[in-house]
């Protein structure tokens, strides 16, 4: 299960700093993207580069869609992940609000791909950021776009804290931050 709290413990440590090249720590054990925990998860393997960040990646038949090609939900997966990446250089938490994917060419099963993304720029609390995901002839078969919106480190323990798998029944209109603050006392990071 989602260590919780250690994940909020740990928040400032996995932020870095990180040298450029250095393996950047999973979002937590059971991540979908990355935890190796997670038996059903990418296991992706991050690093940064430069003020951006990199992952190496081979989808395997565990994402497929039509046979042989990459289900784009799973494509979609580790974009989203190697985003979430991208608050640990910038220095804050952050999630995101808006995904959006170009399935350039189809992505393969079994093929490794290169994945980069990068922060575009910053407005308040949005962190803009783009990715490419490239095979090894440097062909692009993707594009994304994201916009994260930064949050306290607090934002996890109010939504999650799911435990044993049995998760809380989400409340119908609690879908946004707004409105919480007050009962929690936190400001929004
Ligand atoms: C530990 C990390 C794991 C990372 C895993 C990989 C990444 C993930 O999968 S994260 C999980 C998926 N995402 C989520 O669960 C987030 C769900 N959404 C939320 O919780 C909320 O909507 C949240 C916190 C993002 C924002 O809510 P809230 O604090 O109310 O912000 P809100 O006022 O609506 O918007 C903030 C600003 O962004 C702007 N904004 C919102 N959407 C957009 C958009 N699509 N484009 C541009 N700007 C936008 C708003 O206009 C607002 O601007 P301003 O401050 O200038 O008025």
């Given at each position: ?35 190796l ?10 690093h ?5 960040v ?6 395997d ?17 580790v974009l ?57 002839d ?23 804290g ?26 929004r990071?």
């Amino acid at each position: 299960m989602p260590d919780m709290g250690t994940m909020l413990a740990h928040w400032a440590e996995r932020a870095g700093p990180h040298s450029d090249g250095a393996l950047l720590p999973p979002h937590h054990e059971r991540c979908l993207g990355c935890g190796l925990d997670n038996p059903h998860g990418h296991h992706l393997q991050v690093h940064r580069r430069g003020d951006g960040v990199v992952a190496d990646h081979v989808f395997d038949e565990r994402h497929v869609g039509a046979p042989g090609v990459v289900h784009g939900g799973a494509v979609a997966t580790v974009l989203d992940d190697l985003f979430g990446f991208l608050p640990y250089l910038v220095g804050t938490p952050a999630v995101t609000r808006q995904l959006t994917v170009d399935y350039l060419s189809p992505v393969l099963v079994g093929v490794s791909y290169r994945i980069e993304a990068t922060v575009t720029s910053r407005e308040d609390r949005k962190v803009f950021v783009a990715a490419t995901v490239s095979d090894f002839d440097e062909r692009t078969v993707a594009t994304s776009s994201a916009v994260f919106i930064t949050v306290d480190v607090e934002h996890f323990a109010r939504h999650g804290g799911v435990s044993g798998g049995s998760p809380t029944p989400p409340v119908a209109d609690d879908h946004r931050d707004t409105g919480r603050e007050g009962e929690m006392g936190q400001q929004r990071g």
